[in-house]
């Protein structure tokens, strides 16, 4: 397979790792794993003196000016030598720290010398010091990146992390940031993308390199650990071949190996970088070292592995971590989405309420008009179908009325006893006391419940609106011209009246008392039917907790209100039918009294009726059907007054019954239903809406609408977060 030139190579791995590197700028690393090189291990281990050989820069030995921060170290290949050193702040910190810490820019025209990097470290240990005035931590999350050009570099780009101590020094460390520390480490080391460089002294035996350990629970395979032991010419004599033993796969394996590099002693620390090259060379020539494979010995060599494992690692990431930046950007725009617009000022506040007030009215008006199909909330929540279940419970009620309103039912056949309350002559006084109805309710079977008791339960602010009244009885199977005499005779006067004026209002009363507790039942259960719909629609359009109890806590109180006025009004229609005057100018009402006396005069005739079998008329036409016979009729005798009066009683009651209940369903369900609680302008469902929203004041909105810290804490989170990937996609496109 042909291969590519080398220049070609070089100059597509540059632009690789520069991508990698302005990610970890622009801060993406915070949230998403980046192919590195990180280089760990304890303060006494020889670290310092591993980076200053791989960089070539002059890391301090002082334990006074010990690395106090992550630091990354950058070689580019370029024309021009130059070095810069800035500050990456960690996205953890606030905008302003971060805006502080940006500002810090140092450029070189040259390599830094020693001294030159001692002052550095000391003044971006100051700036440190400036952002973090109330921190009195001595380590920071901060990075500083020392970025190498020249035509002598290679490309490539390793972090270094404070290194782990396990004793805090009075003055300069405490335990808390030796804590602090180890979380570091443990974090930068986690990521499947992170190449470990683990710093191990030689002359340690193994049961004493926690670094290793934990590199260990990070890279359970051991797939992405490289060990550098250091100090072999420290080691004591006759010790080589455990060392050795490493290096050469026998002990403690590695997916990448060991690699094992000669320290600067104390007497070389002046000696140049090619000096102290040309003494680790002469090192590893000597016995037992030669023996070496020279791929793992010596500065040059680890260099050169950890080239070609960032350059793979960053060609065979870099589309995952495109891919991910996309995902994870796609995540924190839905979650922000979740979270609705902005809300520090009033104005956001209250934009944020008239939002969700217009989503509200604007899934009501759809509900109301039965328009189910325009959104998917009313297949998913049957409660949501608020009209449809108002007209079955309102068919119910009519029904009921209908069937169970009256007292005692109408139709019941005049030769029936019934419960027998006591027989008349015409005329003539009763045989026996008469009881009273009400007697008999104990024995009546009570109607079904209905949804009120429900609603009780699941809605407890709403139970003071609803007395349990019990159900309405059945109506009693008696004689109605009994008790309709009964009631009569309890009303005579001294006059001639036929009908005593207050007998038809106390009759009228007794026989649609029933609608008192029917009706009661129904309006609470519409009143529960629209609660329950507005609790559920203000879930769907506030999915907030603490945003939707806040404006509950308000709404409530009017929705109440609103259902009292509903109530107060139905009460007032029960009144006016039962007991105001009966009175009605519909036509019907003649009509149907015409009807109901002809009924009664046909039935007191009945017994005298005779077929027409065989009778012709005085013209000779046949007569079909039966007849009663003139005479039959004036042996009869005249009807008396209290039976005529019964009679036609029962006739004028059952006719205004049948209209005024057929008037009371309409009233109640236009009016009590409709007007007060679905479509009225004041319905309780029009209660949440952009007027109210306007009515709130500041300190309202501030309680209802107001972030609380942690949803402030999390929206400013979401916004860096997204800033820094969108920085980084911006980047990866180029």
């Known amino acids: 397979m042909d291969t590519l030139p080398t220049a070609y190579q070089l100059?597509?791995?540059?632009?690789?790792?520069?991508?990698?590197?302005?990610?970890?700028?622009?801060?993406?690393?915070?949230?998403?794993?980046?192919?590195?090189?990180?280089?760990?291990?304890?303060?006494?281990?020889?670290?310092?003196?591993?980076?200053?050989?791989?960089?070539?820069?002059?890391?301090?030995?002082?334990?006074?000016?010990?690395?106090?921060?992550?630091?990354?170290i950058t070689f580019r290949n370029a024309l021009q030598e130059k070095t810069v050193v800035t500050i990456i702040p960690s996205p953890s910190s606030d905008p302003e720290r971060i805006a502080e810490l940006r500002k810090y820019r140092k450029e070189y025209l040259q390599s830094v010398s020693g001294d030159e990097f001692a002052v550095i470290l000391k003044d971006v240990s100051q700036v440190y010091k400036e952002a973090h005035r109330n921190d009195l931590s001595t380590f920071r999350e901060d990075i500083l990146k020392v970025e190498l050009s020249g035509p002598r570099r290679e490309n490539l780009s390793i972090i270094d992390t404070p290194g782990i101590f396990r004793r805090a020094v009075d003055g300069r460390t405490t335990d808390k940031d030796m804590t602090l520390v180890k979380a570091m480490v443990e974090s930068y080391i986690k990521d499947k993308r992170t190449i470990i460089l683990a710093v191990l002294p030689a002359g340690e035996d193994e049961e004493n390199w926690e670094i290793l350990s934990m590199a260990e629970k990070a890279d359970s395979k051991g797939i992405r650990t490289l060990g550098v032991l250091t100090k072999p010419d420290l080691i004591d004599p006759g010790t080589e071949e455990r060392v050795m033993s490493f290096v050469q796969g026998e002990k403690n394996p590695l997916k990448l190996g060991y690699y094992v590099l000669r320290n600067r002693g104390k007497l070389q620390e002046s000696s140049s970088?090619?000096?102290?090259?040309?003494?680790?060379?002469?090192?590893?020539t000597q016995e037992p070292w030669s023996s070496l494979d020279r791929d793992h010995v010596g500065v040059h060599a680890l260099k050169k592995r950890l080239q070609e494992l960032l350059v793979d690692i960053t060609r065979r990431e870099l589309p995952n971590v495109r891919h991910q930046i996309n995902a994870r950007l796609d995540n924190c725009r839905k979650e922000l989405k979740a979270m609705g617009a902005d809300r520090k000022s009033t104005v956001q506040q209250q934009i944020y309420l008239q939002t969700m007030a217009t989503n509200f009215q604007k899934i009501t008006d759809h509900a109301l008009d039965a328009y189910y199909a325009r959104n998917p909330i009313f297949a998913e929540i049957p409660a949501k179908r608020l009209p449809t279940l108002v007209v079955d419970r309102s068919d119910k009620f009519a029904a009921e009325l209908a069937k169970n309103g009256h007292t005692v039912e109408f139709?019941?056949?005049?030769?029936?006893?019934?419960?027998?309350?006591?027989?008349?002559?015409?005329?003539?006084?009763?045989?026996?006391?008469?009881?009273?109805?009400?007697?008999?309710?104990?024995?009546?079977?009570?109607?079904?419940?209905?949804?009120?008791?429900?609603?009780?339960?699941?809605?407890?602010?709403?139970?003071?609106?609803?007395?349990?009244?019990?159900?309405?009885?059945?109506?009693?199977?008696?004689?109605?011209?009994?008790?309709?005499?009964?009631?009569?005779?309890?009303?005579?006067?001294?006059?001639?009246?036929?009908?005593?004026?207050?007998?038809?209002?106390?009759?009228?009363?007794?026989?649609?008392?029933?609608?008192?507790?029917?009706?009661?039942?129904?309006?609470?259960?519409?009143?529960?039917?629209?609660?329950?719909?507005?609790?559920?629609?203000?879930?769907?359009?506030?999915?907030?907790?603490?945003?939707?109890?806040?404006?509950?806590?308000?709404?409530?109180?009017?929705?109440?209100?609103?259902?009292?006025?509903?109530i107060k009004h139905v009460e007032f229609l029960l009144e006016v039918e039962l007991d105001g005057t009966p009175l009605t100018k519909n036509p019907s009402f003649q009509e149907n009294l015409h009807k109901f006396r002809l009924e009664r005069l046909g039935a007191a005739m009945s017994k005298s009726s005779i077929a027409t079998d065989n009778l012709r008329d005085a013209s000779g036409q046949e007569i079909n059907g039966t007849v009663v016979r003139l005479e039959d009729v004036m042996l009869s005798g005249p009807m008396g007054d209290t039976e005529h009066a019964v009679n036609d009683i029962y006739c004028i009651l059952k006719a205004y019954y049948e209209i005024a209940r057929r008037r009371y369903v309409d009233a109640i369900c236009t009016q009590g239903t409709d007007y007060h609680l679905l479509n009225g302008k004041n319905s309780p469902l029009r209660i949440f809406s952009s007027l109210f929203v306007a009515s709130l004041t500041p300190e309202q909105l501030e309680e209802i609408a107001g972030e609380d810290a942690s949803s402030k804490e999390r929206r400013e989170n979401l916004k860096r977060e997204m800033d820094s990937l969108e920085e980084g996609k911006r980047l990866l496109s180029h």
């Open 11 to 72: 100059t597509t791995s540059a632009a690789e790792l520069n991508k990698i590197d302005k990610l970890r700028e622009c801060g993406v690393s915070q949230y998403i794993g980046l192919p590195q090189l990180v280089v760990v291990g304890d303060q006494s281990s020889g670290k310092s003196s591993v980076l200053e050989a791989l960089t070539q820069l002059p890391f301090p030995r002082n334990p006074n000016l010990c690395t106090t921060f992550p630091t990354q």
């Open 273 to 284: 970088s090619e000096e102290r090259d040309k003494a680790e060379n002469e090192f590893f």
């Open 411 to 566: 139709d019941i056949d005049d030769n029936e006893s019934g419960e027998d309350i006591g027989t008349t002559g015409r005329d003539g006084e009763k045989d026996e006391s008469i009881r009273n109805s009400s007697d008999d309710e104990a024995d009546v079977a009570a109607t079904p419940s209905t949804e009120s008791n429900a609603g009780r339960h699941k809605y407890p602010e709403l139970s003071s609106l609803f007395p349990d009244e019990g159900d309405a009885p059945e109506p009693q199977h008696r004689r109605i011209l009994d008790w309709i005499e009964h009631e009569y005779r309890k009303a005579r006067g001294s006059g001639l009246q036929v009908i005593s004026p207050s007998v038809l209002p106390t009759l009228w009363q007794q026989q649609s008392n029933n609608w008192r507790t029917m009706t009661r039942k129904y309006l609470a259960d519409i009143i529960i039917y629209v609660h329950d719909f507005i609790c559920k629609l203000m879930e769907h359009v506030c999915q907030e907790e603490r945003t939707r109890s806040g404006l509950m806590a308000i709404l409530l109180e009017r929705f109440i209100d609103q259902y009292k006025v509903a």
